[in-house]
């Protein structure tokens, strides 16, 4: 019931599964009969509905006679919930079935009800490769399409992100399957404030796989009861995050090296590394983020930190700075969040491909000012959470040909002991390669 109403609340109401489900777990606990084991299993009926839609419909539909979009959105949620028990979890079938068509009872009637464990017993005569191999068109004849059924993405997104990553079949494989898994939680040892050996001393970590502050957490860790984290001097962040505000802050810089600027700085995790990494040289850190809110949680993510540094409610296309005031700036810029999708389970079914010509401006301008906000000599990282050559590359070199005055430097060695980052001068971190976001950066020198 529990993971039904979060499925409805992200259909209906376009919530996200990730902020719906902990108040409707806290609830259920409260009202006793509800345990740790409960919760893990609602979570992952969830998250694994979410993810396995595309995989699932393609399912639901080939065993019923009328087209999807002509079933009712809480009767698909129920048959989706029910085709993951039956296909993504080891639930016994009779459970599933039954717990299914049991929950239609409840909120669907009596007529719907028999129509779900109609269709649910049909599902449960297969197992999930035969069913894929049952309704996904061959790769041969249509590989993109067979990758989206198979793996679960919308098509266009199969598309972008292997226009991106380039090469053969196994690596887009690779990549689709890595946005299926639950990403592992990650912490940053903010430096100067506390250390990966006091984090390492108080939780169950794993060492981070590339930057010198992270760590990984162990299955089951409650970052939020560590004392470091409650207090800022450590944080929650994927170590791609962490990697672009490190090679940033280490780029090589002749003169000053004084004033540094993030330009999209809400909710703070790059602003929270790169003001303890200022800290630590002498230098201040301004953080600017458009939206009040968000520039309040960024305050929050910076409070307690040693060095100087301000935060501003600030829209970085008309900045309040004045030109060639910074000697490093980053511009994290809005996004499509297609190198996020291991998060939000529910984001590749909400993006449109027109999204990205919502980004395209906004993100053009933002590179732009952040070309002029930067002394000549000095360094901007531009940076996406999404590896779609619109937002990375394509942005990149046309703001480079339009305002000029910048070279685009290698980024790689600022990413040291990374492996596969490409034939540069920019990098792309993935999920399947780097166990990271796959996040986008590309460094440029201002020239004049
Ligand atoms: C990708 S997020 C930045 C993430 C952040 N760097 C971090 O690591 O926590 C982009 C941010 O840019 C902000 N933003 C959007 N338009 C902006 C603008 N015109 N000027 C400044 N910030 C803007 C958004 O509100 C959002 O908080």
Same mark, same amino acid.
């Given at each position: 019931?529990?993971?039904?109403?979060?499925?409805?609340?992200?259909?209906?109401?376009?919530?996200?599964?990730?902020?719906?489900?902990?108040?409707?777990?806290?609830?259920?606990?409260?009202?006793?009969?509800?345990?740790?084991?409960?919760?893990?299993?609602?979570?992952?009926?969830?998250?694994?509905?979410?993810?396995?839609?595309?995989?699932?419909?393609?399912?639901?539909?080939?065993?019923?006679?009328?087209?999807?979009?002509?079933?009712?959105?809480?009767?698909?949620?129920?048959?989706?919930?029910?085709?993951?028990?039956?296909?993504?979890?080891?639930?016994?079938?009779?459970?599933?079935?039954?717990?299914?068509?049991?929950?239609?009872?409840?909120?669907?009637?009596?007529?719907?009800?028999?129509?779900?464990?109609?269709?649910?017993?049909?599902?449960?005569?297969?197992?999930?490769?035969?069913?894929?191999?049952?309704?996904?068109?061959?790769?041969?004849?249509?590989?993109?399409?067979?990758?989206?059924?198979?793996?679960?993405?919308?098509?266009?997104?199969?598309?972008?992100?292997?226009?991106?990553?380039?090469?053969?079949?196994?690596?887009?494989?690779?990549?689709?399957?890595?946005?299926?898994?639950?990403?592992?939680?990650?912490?940053?040892?903010?430096?100067?404030?506390?250390?990966?050996?006091?984090?390492?001393?108080?939780?169950?970590?794993?060492?981070?796989?590339?930057?010198?502050?992270?760590?990984?957490?162990?299955?089951?860790?409650?970052?939020?009861?560590?004392?470091?984290?409650?207090?800022?001097?450590?944080?929650?962040?994927?170590?791609?995050?962490?990697?672009?505000?490190?090679?940033?802050?280490?780029?090589?810089?002749?003169?000053?090296? !004084? *004033? &540094?600027?993030?330009?999209?700085?809400?909710?703070? +995790?790059? #602003?929270? %590394?790169?003001? @303890? $990494?200022?800290? =630590?040289?002498?230098?201040?850190?301004?953080?600017?983020?458009?939206?009040?809110?968000?520039?309040?949680?960024?305050?929050?993510?910076?409070?307690?930190?040693?060095?100087?540094?301000?935060?501003?409610?600030?829209?970085?296309?008309?900045?309040?700075?004045?030109?060639?005031?910074?000697?490093?700036?980053?511009?994290?810029?809005?996004?499509?969040?297609?190198?996020?999708?291991?998060?939000?389970?529910? !984001? *590749? &079914?909400?993006?449109?491909?027109?999204?990205?010509? +919502?980004? #395209?401006? %906004?993100?053009? @301008? $933002?590179?732009? =000012?952040?070309?002029?906000?930067?002394?000549?000599?000095?360094?901007?990282?531009?940076?996406?959470?999404?590896?779609?050559?619109?937002?990375?590359?394509?942005?990149?070199?046309?703001?480079?040909?339009?305002?000029?005055?910048?070279?685009?430097?290698?980024?790689?060695?600022?990413?040291?002991?990374?492996?596969?980052?490409?034939?540069?001068?920019?990098?792309?971190?993935?999920?399947?390669?780097?166990?990271?976001?796959?996040?986008?950066?590309?460094?440029?020198?201002?020239?004049?």
């Amino acid at each position: 019931m529990l993971a039904f109403e979060a499925l409805r609340a992200v259909d209906e109401r376009d919530a996200y599964a990730n902020l719906v489900l902990p108040p409707l777990l806290k609830k259920a606990r409260e009202k006793g009969d509800f345990d740790g084991r409960d919760a893990a299993l609602a979570t992952e009926l969830v998250y694994g509905t979410l993810r396995r839609q595309g995989t699932y419909d393609a399912i639901i539909s080939a065993c019923i006679d009328r087209p999807l979009r002509e079933v009712d959105p809480p009767v698909l949620d129920v048959l989706a919930l029910g085709a993951h028990q039956l296909l993504g979890t080891r639930i016994p079938t009779h459970a599933a079935v039954s717990a299914s068509v049991e929950l239609a009872r409840v909120v669907l009637g009596d007529g719907r009800a028999k129509f779900v464990n109609a269709v649910l017993r049909k599902i449960s005569q297969q197992d999930l490769d035969a069913w894929v191999a049952q309704v996904a068109p061959p790769y041969d004849k249509d590989a993109e399409d067979h990758l989206a059924v198979v793996h679960s993405h919308p098509r266009w997104v199969v598309s972008a992100l292997w226009d991106a990553l380039g090469g053969g079949r196994a690596g887009i494989e690779d990549l689709l399957e890595a946005d299926n898994e639950r990403p592992e939680v990650t912490l940053v040892a903010r430096p100067g404030r506390s250390t990966t050996e006091e984090l390492a001393a108080v939780t169950e970590t794993l060492p981070g796989r590339w930057s010198p502050y992270a760590l990984r957490m162990a299955e089951g860790g409650e970052p939020g009861a560590i004392e470091a984290v409650k207090d800022g001097r450590a944080g929650v962040q994927d170590e791609g995050s962490q990697l672009v505000a490190l090679a940033l802050a280490n780029a090589t810089l002749e003169g000053s090296d !004084a *004033r &540094w600027l993030d330009g999209c700085a809400g909710p703070g +995790g790059k #602003a929270a %590394l790169l003001a @303890a $990494l200022a800290s =630590e040289r002498g230098a201040a850190l301004l953080a600017s983020e458009k939206q009040p809110h968000r520039a309040r949680l960024v305050e929050r993510a910076l409070a307690g930190n040693p060095g100087p540094y301000q935060v501003i409610a600030a829209d970085g296309t008309r900045p309040p700075w004045r030109p060639g005031s910074f000697d490093r700036v980053l511009m994290d810029v809005p996004c499509s969040g297609l190198g996020a999708l291991r998060r939000r389970p529910e !984001a *590749r &079914w909400r993006r449109r491909p027109e999204d990205l010509d +919502g980004f #395209a401006p %906004l993100q053009r @301008a $933002l590179l732009t =000012e952040a070309l002029s906000a930067v002394r000549v000599g000095g360094i901007v990282g531009y940076a996406t959470c999404s590896p779609h050559l619109a937002e990375t590359r394509v942005v990149v070199d046309d703001v480079l040909k339009k305002v000029g005055g910048a070279d685009l430097i290698d980024a790689r060695p600022f990413m040291p002991g990374v492996p596969a980052l490409g034939d540069g001068p920019d990098v792309q971190l993935w999920p399947h390669l780097h166990g990271t976001d796959a996040m986008y950066l590309a460094l440029l020198r201002r020239t004049a």
